[in-house]
């Protein structure tokens, strides 16, 4: 219990930095220096930056020109701790390793800002799509780092991590490909390429069937309930990134869901 609470409170002030990339990054800013309102450009104190307790006390208003702050910047916050405290939680049940559970939640924190950015701006930022694939490539390496297997077999399972991301991006460099980039971002395409490293072959596949399924859901309610422009772009990323959350953490379920499904 005080290890989930510490994580939390943990994950509130990482998510108030992961914020700030996800605003930064996309728009070419450098994530040094103060932050600052939007609206009025004054740089925000230490005071106007204390997680949750800032947005209410201030009621969620710069308190510089009252300009409105958007609870989005609430929500990641409180989003990211709750993040961080399943992450650890379900790392621990289902690897029962330390460095692990660690890899996880620099892996989660990527995906946070990659979901932010993509919903705020439509792009995932280069520099979080190479440090996920660094990550990446050393959850891999754990075996090899603690001694477990040979480098000659280290080397043949890297060699296989990038073919797998390989094959599982073709789906997508297809579709950017065929529609020109109307269907599919360039960016959804190289993050594929780190979900099929990540998560190998048939559950990167999985995870890519996982997203397309969440994104059809959300289009359909978007563009026939809430009456949302047809004409309007809806980023897929952030399914593909929720797909990879699950098929992490849950592989052998889902797998095993599809199986009775599919037969295959």
Sequence with gaps: MLISIWLFIIGLIFGSFLNVLADRLPRGETILGRSKCESCKH??????????????????ACRYCNASFSSQYLVAEIGTGALFVLTWQLSQMNYFSLAQSILSLGIVSTLIVMFFADMRYKIIPD???????????????????????????????????????????????????????????????KYSL???MMLGIWSGFTALYISFILGG??????????????????????????????MYFFEPHILLLMYQIYRF
């Excluded at 005071?47 to 006390?57: A, E, G, N, T, Y």
């Design 43 to 60: 740089e925000l104190a230490w005071r106007d930056l204390i997680p949750i307790i800032s947005f209410i006390k201030l009621k969620g």
């Design 194 to 196: 780190v979900v099929g």
């Design 127 to 189: 520099s979080m799509q190479v440090l996920l694939g660094l990550f990446v490539a050393l959850l891999h390496s754990l075996p090899f780092i603690y001694g477990n297997i040979e480098i000659s077999a280290y080397l043949h399972n890297f060699i296989r991590m990038i073919e797998n991301g390989l094959i599982v991006m073709i789906p997508l460099l297809v579709i950017f490909l065929v529609t020109r980039g109307r269907g599919m971002g360039f960016g959804d395409v």
């Design 217 to 246: 859901l959300v289009g359909v309610y978007l563009l026939f309930v809430m009456k949302m422009d047809r004409k309007k772009a809806i980023p897929f990323g952030p399914y593909l990134f929720i797909g990879t959350y699950i």
